[in-house]
C-alpha cells in the first residue's frame, strides 16, 4: 500500500516565480492538509482540502493557494515566491487512524 | 489556543541508556497528542499517539509516551537508546478543526 506521494523532491526557483507542488495521499485517505517546515523549525499548518474545497487555512498569505482533485489529490501552488518560502513543503493525508506524512518537496527560492 | 512546547533544543545520552524527550501542551477540552520522528531532508513518521484511555502509549521502535493530565505533559520515552534513533522528535496536538499544532522540535542525539 503506497503511502503520500509528493513531487517534485527537490525544486529551484526564482523570486518572483510560481510553483506548483504536487501531493498523492495514501489510499482511502480522503483529506489532505499542506504543511511548511522552515529551517530549524516545526511544521507550520498552511491549509487542509476535503471534498475538493479548503477547509481550514493557516496564517498564510493569499500567494499560497490549492487545489484537490476527485481522486483526493492535491495540489499547492506559490505565488511571487519570496526569499523566505524556501521550506520543506509537506503533505499529509488524514483517515480516521490518523495522519500520515510524505517525504517533502525542497523548495529553494534564489 | 492550542499549543504544545518541547522545551529541549537537543537530547544527549549514551547508547543503551534510557531517554526522555519532554513534551508539555496547552488546549481547551480533551488533548489528541502525536510524536513524531524526522531523519534528515525526510518527512515525517509517526511514531505513536493518544487519544484516550491509558496513560502509557506504546508505539513504534519500542517507543513509548506517558499522558500526564495534570502536569499537561506527554513525555517520549525509550528503555534502551539506540545510536539510530538520532533524529528530530516533534510533539503535535490536534486541534478541533482537525490540523495538527507542532512543537519546535528537539533534536535526540545518542552517542555510542
Not at chain 2, 537508546?81 to 519546535?104: E, M, N, Q, T, W
Request: glycine content about 8%; proline content about 5%.
Amino acid at each position: 500500500d503506497a503511502g503520500v506521494t509528493q513531487s517534485p523532491t527537490h525544486l529551484i526557483k526564482t523570486r518572483g516565480q510560481q510553483v506548483t507542488l504536487r501531493c498523492s495521499p495514501k489510499s482511502g485517505h480522503d483529506t489532505v492538509s499542506w504543511y511548511q517546515q522552515a529551517l530549524g523549525q516545526g511544521p507550520q499548518f498552511i491549509f487542509q482540502y476535503y471534498e475538493e474545497e479548503e477547509r481550514q487555512r493557516g496564517n498564510f498569505p493569499d500567494r499560497f493557494s490549492g487545489h484537490q482533485f476527485p481522486n483526493y489529490s492535491s495540489e499547492l501552488n506559490v505565488n511571487a515566491l519570496l526569499l523566505g518560502d524556501s521550506a520543506l513543503y509537506l503533505c499529509a493525508s488524514k483517515a480516521i487512524s490518523g495522519y500520515t506524512f510524505g517525504s517533502g518537496t525542497r523548495l529553494t527560492v534564489v | 489556543a492550542q499549543s504544545v512546547a518541547q522545551p529541549e533544543d537537543q537530547v544527549n545520552v549514551a547508547e543503551g541508556n534510557p531517554l526522555t524527550v519532554k513534551c508539555t501542551y496547552s488546549v481547551s477540552g480533551n488533548p489528541y497528542l502525536f510524536w513524531y520522528v524526522q531523519y534528515p531532508n525526510r518527512g515525517l513518521q509517526f511514531l505513536l499517539k493518544y487519544i484516550t484511555g491509558d496513560n502509557l502509549v506504546k508505539g513504534s521502535y519500542g517507543f513509548e509516551a506517558e499522558f500526564n493530565k495534570s502536569q499537561t505533559s506527554f513525555h517520549l520515552k525509550k528503555p534502551s537508546a539506540l545510536v539510530s534513533d538520532s533524529a528530530l522528535y516533534f510533539c503535535a496536538v490536534r486541534d478541533s478543526s482537525y490540523k495538527l499544532i507542532f512543537g519546535s522540535g528537539t533534536r535526540l542525539l545518542v552517542r555510542p
